[in-house]
């Protein structure tokens, strides 16, 4: 992995600097990619998986040379399941064998993420402390674990997608601030604004359904 981060630091290097801040060409192109993608996400289009694709691989980078392994590993997760939400927003049925449409989750679905919640963060934290030099292990395993969720939900399209990002997207904005990344956490401060009127729009495509 070193030696790949060697060889992409052409991508590090300062793209210009905002309140002496620098932001590096390979954040801001996967700045640009992410906007995109949520704008995708908010209306519903397929076309939003394949962004997400690219610009998790682009994070992926940015983080593990950040040391933020959880954040990190957690991009490599979204590549491969962005596959399989492209897949389920073109092919993918619901329960009753129609094709999937927004939707919200049952009373018992919803204690059953949260139990899933309860033990993935505290099981992501001890591993990242354990096993990496990271220092900040328990606020990077919270986001890791709340976005696995997240993102099934979205592949899914339960409407409740959207508040799981909220709290993923609140949390990283004091995350990366912590880090300097500050054009991330612009980025998650607009996902949040974002987030917001995509459970709107989803609720209302779900009461019209």
């Keep these: 992995m070193t ?3 060697q060889w992409l630091q052409p991508l590090f290097a300062p793209a210009f600097s905002l309140w002496a801040a620098p932001f590096t060409w390979l954040e801001l192109v996967a700045f640009v990619l992410a906007i995109a993608m ?9 076309l939003g998986w394949p962004l997400a694709i690219v610009s998790s691989a682009l994070y992926f ?3 593990w040379n950040s040391k933020l392994y959880g954040d990190a590993s957690l991009q490599l997760f979204f590549v491969v ?3 399989w939400g492209w897949w389920q927003w073109l092919r993918g049925t619901a ?3 129609s094709a999937l449409r927004v939707r919200e989750l049952g009373p018992r679905q919803r204690w059953q993420l949260l139990a899933a919640l309860a033990v993935a963060w505290p099981a992501t934290g001890l591993f990242l402390k354990t096993c990496t030099d990271t220092d900040v292990p328990w606020w990077d395993a919270f ?3 709340a976005s696995v969720i997240g993102q099934w939900l979205l592949g899914r399209k339960y409407v409740e997608n959207w508040l799981a990002w909220i709290v993923v997207n609140v949390i990283s904005v004091a995350l990366f601030a912590y880090k300097g990344l500050w054009l991330t956490v612009i980025l998650y401060a607009i996902f949040i604004v974002m987030s917001v009127f995509g459970w709107r729009a989803w609720r209302r495509l779900q009461q019209a359904a």
């Design 3 to 5: 030696a790949l981060l």
């Design 95 to 97: 329960d009753d064998g």
């Design 38 to 46: 949520v704008v995708f996400n908010m209306r519903v289009n397929p």
């Design 81 to 83: 399941i962005a596959f």
């Design 143 to 145: 986001p890791t674990a």
């Design 61 to 63: 980078l940015l983080f």
